[in-house]
């Protein structure tokens, strides 16, 4: 491999093969004459049984295509190309939505315009998708933190048969998953070395939409363990762009939106197979109507973490469960405060967050106070405000540095619907959940003034 790398001089990015055997996908990609291949493992998974081998095949596919925004943005070359299958009308509108708004940000911060680069190919219209007769079971996506457990917690209440599935090798996740009481499924991902090696040699980087990525993972996971549900946590403040640039929507979350999912979901049934659901159990739920369900899960509080820089591929991680200094570890300290004594929370985090005066401008990100919200997965700036205007009431955080200063400088200028705490904890819509779900988060959830 050259020394340097320019990703301006790249003519095509070519999928190359998309193959499976005994439980391990690899999935071969081309920058010109440079081939990459990543390696994904579904340990025990057992023989592929016949009835499924077409809707094995699909799903590869749209994992082999999705997987490759991880390699498609070390250049972004206008030329797409297929050495394999194509996909059909409906998979190609899938896939280039997810490379066009799944890489919106990628294409912001790099300066790279999408508008209209992202042309697949089609192959003929494939035969719609059959019952398979999968198990009525789900897989259900765990990341570690607050929201997958609160749909883990709200599907074990319902006695609802499930397992839990992660990618990747966290042990956080790991002691999370195995404290729910339910059979486990641990996948492995391994990017290909020659995308690191890109990366620090020159080739453009940036966030890729991981959850479609997972999504498409844990799909074909479904498959091939036999369940008929895959089952995310993603609520719906992840559908609310993190930023306009122009009159074009850049949203770090998009493939957490329900934009994806219903996408996603109607090409799997239509494609795949007509009893593979994918769908958010938390869809109808804000940020903070998913931390009020939470502070009553004690059981995890020891256990649970919603900072990334424990999950990230590379780079140092953390000494402890939250580094408090990232927008995510600032957005569920202040989501969870009007919902938790101010003991437990602090307690959690190891420090009292709202109390540090150099963490005021990052609060006021988070409030789209002067600043545009930070590119991560966190809550609306309505969220924010109404979670602080909670607090300057109650006497035990008043005077705590950030609350005392949107009291003085923020409160004063804010609209009175920009403060409602009790109208972000109502339910949205639900039609996206199966019927027997729609009922679950009937049971209200508000604020507690003991949590002062």
């Not at 999950?311 to 405060?337: D, I, M, N, Q």
């Amino acid at each position: 491999m050259r020394e340097d790398f320019d990703p301006r001089q790249v003519r095509s990015f070519r999928f190359v093969s998309a193959q499976y055997a005994d439980g391990q996908a690899s999935l071969t990609y081309a920058l010109d004459d440079l081939q990459l291949t990543e390696m994904i493992d579904f340990p025990g998974a057992p023989v592929v049984p016949e009835g499924r081998t077409l809707a094995v095949e699909r799903a590869l596919d749209m994992l082999h295509w999705l997987a490759g925004t991880s390699y498609y943005k070390a250049s972004a070359p206008a030329q797409i190309e297929f050495a394999g299958r194509m996909p059909g009308s409906e998979a190609a509108e899938l896939v280039e939505q997810v490379y066009e708004q799944g890489l919106a940000e990628f294409a912001y911060v790099n300066e790279i315009d999408l508008s209209g680069r992202i042309k697949l190919p089609r192959s003929d219209k494939a035969a719609p998708a059959q019952k398979l007769d999968l198990p009525r079971r789900a897989l259900v996506a765990i990341g570690g933190g607050k929201d997958s457990l609160v749909s883990i917690d709200t599907l074990l209440r319902r006695e609802e048969p499930f397992a839990v599935a992660w990618v990747g090798n966290s042990e956080l996740i790991r002691r999370c998953a195995e404290r729910c009481g339910r059979p486990t499924l641990n996948l492995r991902r391994q990017i290909a070395p020659e995308l690191i090696e890109l990366n620090r040699r020159g080739a453009y980087n940036g966030h890729v939409p991981v959850t479609a990525i997972n999504s498409a993972i844990l799909v074909l996971a479904a498959l091939l363990y036999g369940y008929d549900e895959v089952v995310f946590s993603n609520e719906s403040s992840a559908g609310v762009p993190t930023l306009m640039d122009g009159d074009k929507p850049v949203n770090h979350q998009w493939s957490k939106g329900p934009a994806f999912e219903l996408s996603f979901d109607r090409w799997l049934s239509d494609q795949v197979a007509a009893d593979l659901r994918y769908y958010s159990l938390l869809r109808p739920l804000s940020e903070l109507a998913v931390t009020a369900r939470f502070a009553r899960l004690e059981n995890y509080f020891d256990a649970f973490s919603s900072c990334n820089r424990n999950f990230r591929l590379s780079g140092e991680k953390p000494s402890s469960r939250w580094c408090g200094e990232c927008p995510k570890c600032h957005f569920v300290f202040l989501a969870l405060a009007p919902f938790l004594p101010k003991p437990a929370l602090v307690q959690i985090f190891g420090r009292n967050l709202l109390d540090a005066s150099a963490l005021i401008p990052d609060f006021e990100a988070l409030l789209e106070w002067g600043a545009d919200k930070p590119f991560e997965c966190v809550g609306e700036a309505r969220e924010s405000r109404a979670a602080l205007a909670t607090l300057a009431k109650r006497a035990a955080w008043s005077e705590d540095a950030m609350v005392a200063h949107f009291s003085k400088h923020i409160l004063p200028q804010l609209p009175a619907e920009d403060l409602d705490l009790e109208a972000l904890l109502q339910l949205g819509d639900r039609s996206a959940l199966p019927e027997r779900l729609q009922d679950a988060f009937d049971t209200p959830v508000a604020p507690q003034e003991s949590a002062s």
